[in-house]
Nanobody, 127 residues
């Protein structure tokens, strides 16, 4: 079992920054790929960023590449998403997820491959 708890969301003006955190507990944190997904009102959940267990490989959706940075600190059992130059279209509930069923060092963009999810944290960007 893995428990994931996100924090760091809030209201920010366009052009501002936020850093989301995802604290994990219940299982060795360093052994699996993790990701950030987001879901805006009326839209499907979509991949935002992912990171392998070692943190050496990352991936982003095109619209956030260059503005968002995903990282993890395995010693602290925590994953982060630094979001800079935020835009109104980044408004969504952001979820962290863990893919503990896979042992390969790959980043998965498909939400179905993640088997543990946090409760989400709201990010609202005002224009």
């Amino acid at each position: 079992q893995v428990q994931l708890v996100e924090s760091g969301g809030g209201l920010v003006q366009a052009g501002g920054s936020l850093r989301l955190s995802c604290a994990a507990s219940g299982r060795t944190f360093s052994g699996y790929t993790m990701g950030w997904f987001r879901q805006a009102p009326g839209k499907d959940r979509e991949f935002a960023a992912g990171i392998t267990w070692s943190g050496t490989s990352t991936a982003y959706r095109d619209s956030v590449s260059g503005r968002f940075t995903i990282s993890r600190d395995n010693a602290k059992n925590t994953m982060y998403l630094q979001m800079n130059n935020l835009k109104a279209e980044n408004t969504a509930v952001y979820y962290c997820a863990a893919a503990t069923r896979s042992t390969i060092a790959a980043i998965f963009r498909d939400a179905r491959l993640y088997n543990y999810w946090g409760q989400g944290t709201q990010v609202t960007v005002s224009s």
